[in-house]
């Protein structure tokens, strides 16, 4: 049995939310219902009262006490049904100052958005924005539904069915439970960020990575139960800070500190995934101190380079590999070409799987989608992955779990 909140806010198609607390209670779930001071014009307390038999949360503050901290802390699930084009405004900044909003900010469940409203006001520019923007967060937007709606007119806009939008909710429920057990007891190596290869005491060479994708399966392993160590090279303090509790980080800059990192963490762990961007190459030599130019020339000073260790080939063609290792390729090109290469790579390297993702053109930056193909070790396309960051990652994080549930233990 789950705890779910039933976040009830202010348009005429709340009539249609008591089914679905109706839906989640005959599933077996407690339901509290939480709701904004404007849809009790639409469904008034003693209705909720009569369905839930427990006060409904509407104020926010009172008699001191923390009702919506304390909502969101035993909410496994929140529903807002029907969520208005003001409430999703308010979702998608971050408002806290109605009980619906307050709890979904407070909370770190899976939340289920069901909009309904006119069909301009679902189209327009800012509630688009706003829906992308909740979707980019992890919130599961449903779609609405096209035909009548409460103004007479008819178009898309109308609240599905509330059975519907309970058996949706009920689904990534489910998934969610399922998900955050899949790596329990397992411990997981992640590289994130780009080194940098000093060149004096001040310079270095380095590279675009944020590290935004290696903390994005840190944290969705983490929330499958894994036991996880982050490899960070020169990732921003913040991004880091916000990784889930229990994340053990290890900072390193160059290559070489990678690598000496890399293989001393990874030798009890289940999987190591490579996300890093590590430089191929280094200076050859570090000056002790800053180089200078020489005022009287023009001469520019060149800087030799020398190969740097494949972090990943060695660990992937040791003998004390783990029985996971994932490595990644972003590369251009056709799709056969990227395939072509990948598949290469895999063989080259010794991991079980590369996540190839295609840069360059249409994908893989800024806040575009990115779009992973994942490769078997013999080239093979075994599962693909496009959305956010965070949905890569829970799709790879899936993928590996079954991958080590299959290994003979
Ligand atoms: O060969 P390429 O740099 O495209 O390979 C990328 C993959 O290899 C990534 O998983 C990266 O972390 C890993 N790598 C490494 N050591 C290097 C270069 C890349 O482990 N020196």
């Not at 040791?318 to 990227?338: C, M, Q, Y």
Request: proline share 5%; net charge negative.
């Amino acid at each position: 049995m789950a705890t779910i909140v039933v976040g009830v806010t202010g348009g005429v198609a709340a009539f249609k939310a008591p089914i679905v607390v109706r839906e989640c209670q005959r599933a077996g779930h407690d339901v509290y219902v939480a709701a904004t001071r404007a849809s009790l014009d639409f469904v008034g307390r003693s209705t909720w009262e009569g369905i839930t038999s427990r006060p409904v949360a509407v104020d926010i503050a009172g008699e001191g006490r923390a009702e919506h901290v304390e909502l969101a802390r035993v909410a496994d699930l929140i529903i807002v049904v029907p969520a208005t084009a003001n409430s999703l405004a308010r979702l998608a900044a971050g408002f806290a100052d109605d009980m619906v909003s307050l709890t979904v900010l407070a909370s770190d469940a899976p939340v289920v958005v069901a909009p309904a409203m006119h069909s301009n006001m679902w189209l327009a520019p800012a509630t688009q924005a706003n829906v992308k923007t909740l979707r980019e967060r992890g919130v599961h937007v449903i779609e609405p539904a096209s035909g009548a709606l409460g103004s007479g007119d008819s178009g898309v806009g109308r609240l599905p069915e509330p059975e519907e939008i309970a058996r949706v909710a009920l689904e990534l429920l489910e998934a969610n439970n399922r998900a955050s057990s899949a790596l329990a007891g397992r411990t997981i190596v992640v590289t994130a960020g780009g080194t940098r290869e000093p060149i004096d005491p001040v310079r270095f060479l380095g590279n675009q990575s944020s590290g935004r994708q290696g903390l994005a399966i840190a944290s969705a392993a983490a929330r499958a139960g894994a036991s996880v160590r982050v490899i960070a090279a020169n990732i921003e303090s913040a991004l880091l800070e916000a990784l889930p509790t229990g994340v053990q980080v290890t900072r390193v800059g160059s290559a070489l500190q990678m690598r000496e990192a890399t293989i001393d963490q990874v030798t009890d762990a289940d999987a190591l995934v490579m996300t890093a961007a590590v430089a191929d190459f280094r200076p050859e030599a570090t000056s002790e101190s800053k180089m200078k130019k020489d005022p009287s020339t023009d001469d520019a000073p060149t800087i030799r380079l020398v190969r740097n260790p494949d972090i990943l080939a060695e660990i992937g063609h040791s003998d004390k590999r783990p029985p996971l290792v994932v490595g990644f390729a972003a590369e251009t090109g056709t799709d056969e070409e990227i395939l072509a290469y990948g598949a290469d790579k895999a063989a080259r390297k010794g991991a079980d799987f590369i996540c190839l993702n295609r840069v360059g053109e249409s994908v893989g930056f800024g806040d575009v989608p990115n779009d992973i193909r994942l490769l078997d070790a013999s080239g093979h396309i075994t599962g693909r992955y496009v959305g956010s960051k965070d949905e890569v990652a829970a799709g790879l994080v899936g993928h590996m779990a079954s991958f080590l549930d299959n290994l003979k233990r």
